[in-house]
């Protein structure tokens, strides 16, 4: 078995931790960093309930391998709330009741919030293709689309 | 899902990643966005020993373009970055539309346009657009750099014209004349994360009074490899774009693929929707001019 420490930026903190290179960054993130928020649904690419965020760009944790992120930048769904404050895409979840089970949550939260540290003023469409790779079996879109929506609006005012 | 045990690498540079290529041979897989691999060896169906990493390869994701040379699109430039880019958008309309439809957004935060070719999918979306477009691959190996056109990279089903120890650097496309235009059409069941039944790329070339001087149509998803399409393209050469053209083209289309039944349609399906959607790129490339 190949084992090595590798050294990255986790959720803006620098870490440094023991892989195996068989270990897809999602088990890695869930089993050997403990961070659960991050969920396990299909491990084939097509649900989204794994995305994460490498360089600030969103991917499927289950498409990955824990050494791949050597040296780069890890932001999981426990990075995004800042200081104990739910950032405004999460809040905006809760407001506009754009979970039921919660299951996909996560993940969508990840797609939302790349979406608009890239693009701040999206079309309905833009928001749609930004969550194309996360299934919600609930099938709850039109409020997770309103809800991301409604974020992009409330972070715009603010700035 | 377990993944088999594997040594992953990553080197530096091309010329590291070659001379790994050709210490460990058959027992090593180059990896570029992963995206397919990692499913592959998810099902069992690869067990690579070594992965060879190459996301670390600096100065390899560009996408540089010259009036005179065309675009050079690096070998590990993400397929997100290809659609979101303006001289794409601009100049290579028919790639943009192509790599868009591939997977999902996350997918093509990952995934490379050179690693969806060398993947080697028949319905892989963006290699009709390469077809069309002229495109050809830069490689380098052991014994240095050449080039292959994209319609020589394939010699059966899954089998790429690379000798041991050669990988993809990058895919050059020819610049596009003003009275070129270019299309891609697919057929899916969803919009995203979806494999296309039929895929079809048209590029056509008119006169100053609009009468078809050259075609290329490039089928996907109907055949071992992509494949052109000679019988349609003749039809619309020397005649003015109508529907009643493209239609007929669409006819003689279907004699030149050989697509099977799968889970995603019957063969008989496939052929008919050959028909259809080699008609709309057509009469979708001719509404660019």
Not at chain 1, 126 to 155: D, F, H, M, P, S
Not at chain 2, 8 to 24: D, F, N, R
Not at chain 2, 228 to 251: D, F, M, N
């Amino acid at each position: 078995m190949s084992k090595r420490i590798i050294s990255f930026v986790l959720n803006g903190d620098p870490t440094d931790a023991v892989i195996e290179d068989n270990m897809s960054l999602l088990d890695f993130i869930r089993d050997t960093l403990g961070l659960t928020g991050t969920k396990k649904g299909c491990e084939q690419g097509e649900c989204g309930a794994c995305t994460v965020m490498l360089d600030g760009r969103p991917i499927n944790s289950c498409m990955a391998f824990a050494a791949e992120i050597e040296g780069h930048e890890l932001t999981t769904i426990e990075g995004i709330a800042k200081g104990g404050q739910l950032s405004v895409v999460q809040k905006k979840f809760i407001e506009k009741w754009a979970l039921q089970c919660g299951f996909c949550t996560p993940g969508m939260i990840m797609s939302a919030t790349a979406l608009l540290s890239v693009n701040p003023d999206p079309t309905e469409e833009e928001i749609r293709v930004a969550i194309e790779g996360n299934l919600c079996r609930c099938t709850g879109y039109a409020k997770i689309v309103e809800a991301i929506g409604e974020a992009a609006k409330a972070i715009r005012e603010v700035q | 899902m377990i993944l088999p045990e594997f040594k992953y690498l990553a080197p530096g540079s091309a010329e590291e990643a070659i001379g790994l290529l050709v210490q460990y041979g058959e027992k090593a897989k180059l990896m570029a966005g992963g995206t397919d691999l990692i499913n592959y060896m998810k099902d069992g169906i690869l067990a690579p020993e070594v992965i060879i990493g190459l996301k670390e390869i600096k100065g390899m994701d560009q996408i540089v373009y010259d009036e005179e040379k065309g675009l050079t699109i690096g070998a590990l430039t993400k397929l997100i970055d290809i659609e979101r880019s303006d001289v794409v958008k601009e100049n290579y309309p028919a790639l943009a539309e192509a790599v868009h439809l591939i997977a999902s957004t996350q997918i093509r935060n990952k995934g490379t346009l050179t690693g969806n070719v060398c993947n080697a999918s028949p319905s892989a979306d963006s290699v009709s657009a390469l077809f069309v477009y002229g495109a050809s691959l830069t490689v380098k190996g052991p014994e240095g750099e050449r080039v292959i056109p994209i319609g020589d990279f394939y010699q059966g089903f899954k089998k790429l014209a690379l000798k041991p120890g050669e990988m993809v650097i990058s895919i050059t496309l020819p610049p596009v004349k003003e009275n070129e235009k270019a299309a891609y059409l697919a057929h899916t069941v969803r919009k995203a994360m979806d494999l296309a039944i039929v895929g079809v790329a048209a590029k056509i070339t008119l006169d100053e009074n609009g009468v078809c001087t050259d075609a290329k149509i490039a089928l996907g998803a109907v055949a071992i490899s992509c494949v052109r399409t000679p019988q349609a393209e003749s039809v619309l050469i020397g005649r003015k774009i109508t529907p009643e053209i493209a239609e007929i083209a669409g006819r003689e289309a279907m004699k030149d693929c050989k697509p099977i039944s799968d889970v995603r349609a019957s063969a008989e399906y496939r052929h008919d929707m050959v028909r259809v959607f080699t008609r709309r790129a057509v009469l979708a490339a001719a509404d660019r001019f």
